[in-house]
């Protein structure tokens, strides 16, 4: 009796938003999505896409803030790749190798969906290559990426 009713304190807990959210609600697509939310500080209340679209703007802000978020979503991934656009065009061959780090720490889960064609693939394949080689690598793929990444999703 006492675990039905603490269950279903909790469930009116996170509808009512007095929680703070760490992931998409359950049957979500980016379900498998985490971030601690002493970073980000999103009530459980919150709908979805301005769950994503906070953290986004967060990831602009903050660039440092995605390492600790666990299977991004591919609009927070392009978020990243506009902060790294940003760099290289301001300071071009300076201040982006953090940032690829980040996104290369982010590919270590199998459970990421791909923002980029053919990221996944070069991340697995340079592996064992020394870091320089690996962020030269796909700052080379994202160079040849257009600008405009912040599309809507199909």
């Not at 906070?54 to 602009?60: E, L």
């Not at 927070?76 to 980040?102: F, K």
Request: glycine share 4%; with cysteine; charged share 20%.
């Amino acid at each position: 009796m006492n675990s039905t009713i603490l269950a279903w304190l909790k469930t009116l807990s996170r509808i009512c938003g007095f929680e703070t959210a760490d992931s998409f609600p359950p049957n979500h697509p980016y379900a498998r999505t985490r971030w601690e939310a002493a970073y980000f500080d999103i009530a459980s209340d919150v709908k979805p896409d301005e769950i994503e679209r906070r953290i986004c703007a967060a990831i602009a802000n903050t660039p440092s803030v995605f390492a600790y978020i666990t299977n991004p979503t591919p609009r927070m991934q392009r978020s990243l790749l506009n902060v790294i656009h940003d760099r290289l065009r301001r300071q071009p061959g300076a201040g982006a190798t953090d940032l690829v780090l980040l996104l290369i720490n982010a590919y270590a889960s199998d459970h990421i969906t791909e923002a980029v064609p053919g990221l996944r693939a070069l991340i697995y394949n340079t592996e064992h290559e020394d870091t320089n080689l690996r962020v030269h690598a796909i700052l080379e793929l994202l160079v040849g990426t257009p600008r405009g990444l912040d599309v809507i999703d199909m």
